[in-house]
């Protein structure tokens, strides 16, 4: 992640993720959300927030869902029915559940799926936010497999390239795969510029877009660098920024995503249709293909050399994806996730509210 | 494609299809290619002329296939094997075979396997050049079905983010799905800011390059407009070019890439062999998800509301991958391909000395 999407020291609370858990759950709970689905749904957001993806952890997210329970745009008590099955492959209705409630179910329905037959692969429709898509590939990787997951979330606020109107969301895609000693390979990338969620985390903490990020609202992009705007002021861009810079691709990627979540599950044309978007997950045995061993050597021979690749002038070291996910796993895990005060303050005017209990310091 | 990389029209020679067909076979026989072969590999190049991906047809392939027959570097009488096998999976020794000639025998074995049990992958390892992604994507269009196609080719010349020494091809992704009115999806990307390939286009035809296309040899990337520079003065970056403008997603993309075509063939470390990479075949059968004609319907709808999208200031419209080249393939059917003389030279002479005849004009 980027420097200016991290919470500036000052302005940091170091949280045990055992007690940003119980909270968590607690006030899923008080939404009416059973045990199994709290325990659920906050596995995937403090997982985001162990692996520094806080963005999609519950600073940005649980006051939303909780406002989405209110509301009823979401149901508290989902009973998800599969619409259609093959050995393969499945189709579900998440009966508005919580996303993150039940995406780990479809996702073990992939992986079983593959256990048996070598791949399989479920789309979700009509649910709510997934928190991500690296949560569900990743789990792949627990079960020595390839993961791969998506969903067309986040609404009409991104233009195609060479575009004036809004017609996809942020479109994110998720691949992961399991290595030996080397921490796995997890990428998770919106097809956007920058995730939805970090113009939020920019906003407050007070730093700057980058140009050809965001686009005013006739289409044209912004190449200046710009405080980040209030909702509803701009478009956001595919990544690249500009069709000179590959904006093109990550369009097209965006495309293939709308067509593996919305159309491949039923929902419908998410350009036309104002719905929350659909999601796709696969699982594919690595034992299907070739020898599981030699496939984990070579991961870490592959991955070590990306992490051991001399840098650039200017850069201290190369990544690859997964590798700082993985570091600020075990560093999280032992000093504490480092939420903003703000949203520990959240929690505690809410936990004090509602009489939820509430220790996170 | 940019303007910049079209043939310019003083340069153009155009040759109906048919004749381009029977000549390019023709070479790949004289190469020892059997007849089933050359027509194989004639109709992966052409497709690409006729689309307008003239990046991947006979003007930048050909010749050096020629080459690497003569090198015995491709083996023109290849016999593929199938070396691990499952209901919905199979991995390939392509037994050194150029890749177009092998490489929609994967295909259709992903596909057949799809349409048994739902989905259906191949991995394949020892071919030569693919000839891009796209046209095998496309197959699984024909039958009904999403195909999705990677190959992990094009050497050790792209810069990982941040990293100074190049360790990945330009590792293509290719997406395809079909639609029932509109022209299918297809998309078909270099992770790569562009493709190697249309840097020798670029050449050709005196173009320049975009600021953040290329780097120089420390991995800076260089952030003016240059000429084409020759083979071995450069590095590519993954597109995005830069960090803030979303490179480190090509690059991960360019890993998940390298994973699946040569990890999963096994191959081995495409950054540390010198191998000429992997490939990747998958067709996912619509029917085994959801109702064929609702998803047709479906894709109609949304396609059309890309290419009806009010363009940006400055622009004329927006497309949708695969709409400019199902354009192309349409006019370039009737009106020939517009190559450039320079390959019609080529073609003309390589047949003058070697007693083939060759009816192009």
Chains 1, 2 share one sequence.
Not at 188 to 197: I, K, L, P, R, S
Not at 233 to 260: C, D, Q
Request: glycine share 10%.
């Amino acid at each position: 992640m980027l420097e200016r999407f991290k919470v500036p020291e000052a302005d940091r609370v170091y949280v045990k993720q055992e007690r940003a858990r119980k909270v968590t759950e607690a006030v899923l709970r008080h939404s009416g959300v059973s045990a199994a689905g709290a325990r659920a749904s906050a596995e995937v957001l403090i997982t985001n927030d162990l692996r520094g993806v806080e963005s999609h952890g519950v600073s940005n997210g649980l006051r939303r869902y909780v406002r989405q329970y209110a509301n009823k745009e979401l149901n508290p008590r989902p009973r998800p029915k599969i619409l259609k099955e093959t050995s393969t492959t499945a189709r579900v209705d998440g009966d508005l559940a919580l996303g993150t409630e039940v995406g780990a179910w479809c996702m073990n329905m992939a992986i079983e799926k593959a256990r048996q037959h070598g791949i399989g692969a479920v789309s979700l429709m009509n649910t709510g936010h997934l928190a991500g898509c690296g949560y569900y590939a990743y789990m792949a990787t627990e079960n020595d497999m390839i993961g791969h997951m998506m969903t067309a979330g986040g609404g009409h606020q991104t233009l195609p390239t060479f575009g004036a109107k809004p017609l996809l969301g942020t479109n994110p895609i998720a691949w992961a795969a399991p290595a030996r000693k080397m921490p796995p390979f997890l990428l998770d990338v919106a097809t956007t510029q920058v995730a939805g969620n970090k113009i939020e985390l920019a906003r407050r903490t007070g730093h700057t877009l980058f140009p050809g990020w965001i686009a005013k609202k006739d289409g044209t992009a912004i190449m200046e660098e710009v405080l980040a705007p209030t909702a509803g002021t701009y478009y956001m861009l595919p990544f690249g920024g500009t069709r000179e810079n590959g904006s093109h691709k990550a369009y097209g990627l965006a495309v293939m995503n709308e067509i593996m979540c919305n159309e491949l599950s039923s929902m419908g044309p998410g350009p036309l249709l104002e719905h929350a978007g659909g999601s796709f997950f696969a699982a594919y045995s690595i034992e299907a293909f070739t020898d599981l061993e030699k496939f984990k050597d070579d991961m870490d021979r592959m991955l070590e050399a990306f992490a051991t690749c001399p840098p650039a002038p200017g850069f201290d070291r190369v990544l690859y994806p997964g590798l700082s996910e993985h570091e600020e796993f075990v560093d999280r895990t032992s000093r504490g996730i480092p939420y903003h005060r703000e949203v520990v303050e959240w929690f505690e005017s809410y936990c004090a509210e509602t009489g939820i209990e509430c220790e996170l310091r």
